[in-house]
Nanobody
């Protein structure tokens, strides 16, 4: 059974850093494009960052460019989101997302809460 399990969410002060992790199991991790989405209260879920199945391409939302970095370790079946210079507007539930590179099948993790507040 395919599983995506996020971890690393926390309460952090503005300007601080966090690293989110998403561990995959039950599927061939290297065949999936991996992304991080987030959803703030009262807002739609939005794409934050994406890395291709091979790790050769990344994309970021304009709001996080230069502050967030997505990376993956296919040997560990894990994707990471390094978040620096956090702002209160980064507060949201962050979701891990997997999309098969050929079939386009999509899977979601359960989410991890990130709160940026003083």
């Amino acid at each position: 059974q395919l599983q995506l399990v996020e971890s690393g969410g926390d309460l952090v002060q503005p300007g601080g850093s966090l690293r989110l992790s998403c561990a995959g199991s039950g599927f061939t991790f290297s065949l999936y494009h991996m992304s991080w989405y987030r959803q703030a209260p009262g807002k739609e879920r939005e794409l934050v960052a994406r890395t291709s199945a091979t790790g050769g391409g990344t994309n970021y939302a304009d709001s996080v460019k230069g502050r967030f970095t997505i990376s993956r370790d296919n040997a560990k079946n894990t994707v990471y989101l390094q978040m620096n210079s956090l702002k209160p507007e980064d507060t949201a539930v962050y979701y891990c997302h997997a999309q098969h590179r050929f079939t386009w099948s999509v899977y979601w993790g359960q989410g991890t809460q990130v709160t940026v507040s003083s």
